[in-house]
């Protein structure tokens, strides 16, 4: 009868099923038999039904250790520590006396609940009963203290046992891995050898993994853990095999993980994914090539037939955008939504990258909002695409979004939005931010001291700037070239070649940007001998390429200087002859020395190399109208108007307590129009207009004709008129622009510092302009 109903449980599939037995029992057999009992009760605790199983415990007349065995581990597989705890308590109060499989079930609830604490309660009961010398239970209590992350007493409980088994030592080795003890690990695999002990699967990929995850294990290392694999002949496993390509390719061995890879006669899909993964490890040192042999590697992987996993989706998306092969990424994002996994997180993270990343933000955040679960890192995906395609202004409302779902935003995403206010110059919403971050614990990291310097000296408070960078406590190569460049942006030259000074006191080693920033002060402070001393020493004695943006700077020293032969030398010498940005920065100081042969010459280059480019047409047009050349400067503005060239519209903004206003040329828009403009009418009546006087020339930074009816009102000065309506006196205007500032204007800003009495901060598309008694820090020259 017992073997009859023995079959039928252990063919049942379902808690229906097993229930269907049990009444057949109850009915044909009310006295059945112990055994019968137990295996009618390990059917439901089988199929996941610890309650039904706990009544049919209450109801059976006689139990055993195995009837409480079962239930304490039913409990226990179901997340129930506390009931299972409270079985195994039942099991020892009544006569039934708990074995080691009681005990060993126990443990291993503490182990899945994390309870320490009760865990060494359930040892020490083991220990008074005489079974924690047995090698079942002491695997048991080292895995229990392992999993609850105390090595400490798992180490002390390993080192007392009477008895080692290869469970043991594997309890042991995955604790010190799981806790991060990498070389406690391979001490104890080491130890392991030497005692003889078999190597199984198990062991080695705890190694391995051990390995893989620390930077400070050598190769040489990885490779003998690799003969480990071979001499214990299971280099055919695949589970070791996909660890150990993953192993070599952290360590920059990607060679001998493709030789692996084809060494393994039938890789199944997680091989596969380990190697796609190791193509794309780090974007930093994987060339392109090498990212495209992983989208060969995943098209091989379709040929065979295999279904890709979430994991190999993710990967090889990574791999799209580390290749910038944004058709195939979209062609991936096909098969996503086919297979209906398009809603995964890391997945949807890698698709907004590389639709960020290709400039489809509206595709991004599609795949953004389609997600079912947007946590932290999907919502630091979206908002970084939004800055980093310059739609600050939607990171900034995504970012006070996350803010209103509760979530909290961690460094990267804080980072993120901190570069979002730099480049809108919004101090105010960066102070808030800063004040977000320093409640969360984020201020005493580097990075984020680093987005604080960025983003005053960007908003126009070099002083804050310079005061946030001496408060860090750590500093590295970008904060020096943060708090440099700021100070060089700002015109405060001798100030920035002493933060370098200090920089090379401080033992730091400058790159690339921090010698941009040292150039970029030498160039707006007039620092010719210094500029191209330093430009000579980053290439001989640092070993730093120059860029594009360095040889502008050079050019730009050069041209200010008047030695535009030479600074035209350089750049037939450089390398980037054929860039039209280094010849703008030249045809910009032909102008402002009145050298119209060779600005011609430099103007016709540029549109060659750039015809569409407006800024070159409008520098050739008032170099003309500075030289009185007004059929000329006629002929420029009609090739623009033949080539269909238009100009960027001038746009100024200025951040107040009320939020960001903006303002273009001739703008009557703002709610405040009427008062904005009186305001500007009082303070240009105060001061002689350069236009009247005579003293500069003739100019204006557009070729339309409206723009020239309306240069008395250009945006920055809006801006400024709004800006001395709200602000009290003793408070910096800080007014931002997206072109460079005209003459008039700039002109109009010095005699409005002076006879106003205030201070205004400029910031235009090449540097700052500090306004102070009638005089600007660029010395005139921008």
Request: proline share 2%.
């Amino acid at each position: 009868m017992d073997a009859f109903y023995l079959h039928l449980l252990r063919s049942c599939a379902s808690l229906p099923h097993v229930a269907a037995v049990h009444a057949h029992i109850a009915r044909a057999h009310p006295a059945a038999s112990l055994f019968l009992r137990n295996s009618l009760l390990a059917a439901y605790c089988r199929l996941g039904g610890p309650l039904p199983a706990a009544r049919l415990l209450d109801e059976m007349p006689r139990r055993n250790s195995v009837s409480f065995n079962l239930l304490i581990d039913a409990y226990s597989r179901a997340g129930l520590a506390d009931r299972s705890l409270g079985t195994f308590a039942r099991a020892r109060a009544t006569r039934v006396k708990p074995d080691r499989f009681t005990y060993a079930a126990a443990l291993a609830a503490c182990s899945r609940a994390g309870d320490v604490r009760a865990g060494k309660a359930v040892h020490a009961l083991a220990v008074l009963e005489g079974l924690a010398e047995g090698v079942f239970v002491s695997n048991s209590i080292v895995s229990m203290y392992a999993r609850c992350e105390d090595m400490d007493e798992a180490r002390r409980a390993f080192d007392v046992a009477c008895e080692h088994d290869d469970v043991s030592w594997n309890s042991l080795l995955s604790g010190y891995v799981r806790a991060g003890a990498r070389e406690e690990a391979l001490k104890v695999f080491a130890l392991m050898c030497r005692c003889g002990t078999g190597w199984n699967s198990f062991a080695l990929g705890s190694v391995i993994k051990c390995c893989a995850s620390s930077v400070d294990i050598a190769g040489d290392i990885a490779e003998v853990v690799h003969g480990c694999v071979l001499k214990a002949g299971l280099d055919t496993d695949v589970f070791l095999a996909s660890a150990m390509i993953d192993m070599y390719a952290k360590k920059g061995a990607l060679s001998y993980a493709v030789a692996l890879f084809k060494s393994v006669r039938e890789p199944n899909v997680i091989v596969f994914n380990a190697m796609i993964a190791g193509f794309c490890r780090d974007e930093a040192e994987v060339a392109k090539e090498v990212t495209v042999e992983a989208l060969s590697l995943y098209s091989e992987l379709l040929r065979r037939g295999m279904q890709p996993t979430e994991f190999t989706f993710s990967s090889v998306v990574r791999a799209c955008n580390l290749a910038a092969e944004f058709g195939f990424g979209k062609q991936i994002h096909g098969q996503l939504l086919k297979h209906s996994i398009q809603g995964d997180d890391y997945i949807g993270s890698a698709l907004i990258d590389l639709y960020s990343n290709s400039g489809c933000t509206e595709d991004g955040y599609r795949c953004f909002r389609s997600l079912y679960k947007q946590d932290i890192v999907t919502w630091t995906s979206m908002i970084s695409g939004f800055v980093q395609n310059e739609l600050f202004e939607k990171a900034l409302r995504l970012f006070q979004e996350l803010l209103c779902y509760g979530l909290k935003p961690d460094l990267f995403t804080i980072s993120s939005v901190m570069n979002a206010c730099a480049s809108l110059a919004v101090a105010r919403t960066g102070e808030q931010i800063q004040c977000l971050a320093t409640k969360s614990g984020f201020d005493r990291f580097t990075v984020m001291g680093n987005s604080c310097v960025h983003m005053y000296a960007r908003s126009g408070d070099v002083g804050a700037a310079t005061l946030r960078f001496q408060e860090m406590e750590s500093r590295d190569v970008v904060s020096w070239s943060a708090v440099i460049s700021s100070h060089a942006q700002h015109g405060c030259a001798r100030d920035a070649l002493r933060l370098f000074s200090e920089m090379m006191n401080a033992k730091v080693v400058p790159n690339e940007i921090t010698f941009l920033g040292v150039l970029t002060a030498c160039s707006h402070g007039g620092l010719v001998d210094e500029g191209l001393r330093y430009y000579e020493i980053m290439n001989k004695e640092y070993g730093l390429a120059p860029s594009i943006k360095h040889c502008t700077c050079v050019v730009d020293l050069l041209g200010r200087a008047g030695r535009l032969g030479d600074a035209e030398a350089v750049i037939r010498d450089s390398g980037f002859h054929d860039d039209p940005v280094v010849w703008r920065s030249l045809l910009a100081s032909c102008r402002i020395h009145g050298d119209m042969e060779r600005g011609q010459l430099v103007a016709d280059r540029i549109m060659e190399l750039e015809p569409t480019s407006s800024a070159s047409y409008v520098i050739l047009y008032n170099m003309y109208l500075d030289a009185g050349e007004l059929s000329l400067a006629s002929k420029t503005r009609d090739l623009m108007k033949e080539r269909g060239v238009k100009k960027e519209p001038g746009l100024s903004w200025i951040e107040l307590k009320s939020g960001v206003h903006s303002f273009v040329a001739g703008d009557k828009s703002h709610p405040e129009s009427n008062a904005i403009y009186k305001k500007l009418s009082e303070m240009l009546s105060k001061i002689e207009k350069p236009a009247n006087t005579g003293n500069v020339s003739r100019e204006s930074n557009d070729v339309s004709s409206r723009e020239q009816n309306l240069e008395g009102c250009h945006s920055e000065k809006l801006a400024v008129a709004f800006g001395m309506i709200h602000l009290p006196q003793s408070a910096p205007i800080r007014v931002m622009k997206n072109l460079r500032v005209c003459r008039d204007c700039h002109s109009t800003m010095k005699l409005i510092s002076g006879s106003e009495n205030r201070e205004i901060i400029l910031r235009d598309a090449i540097r700052f302009h500090h306004f102070r008694g009638g005089a600007c820090s660029c010395g005139d020259y921008w």
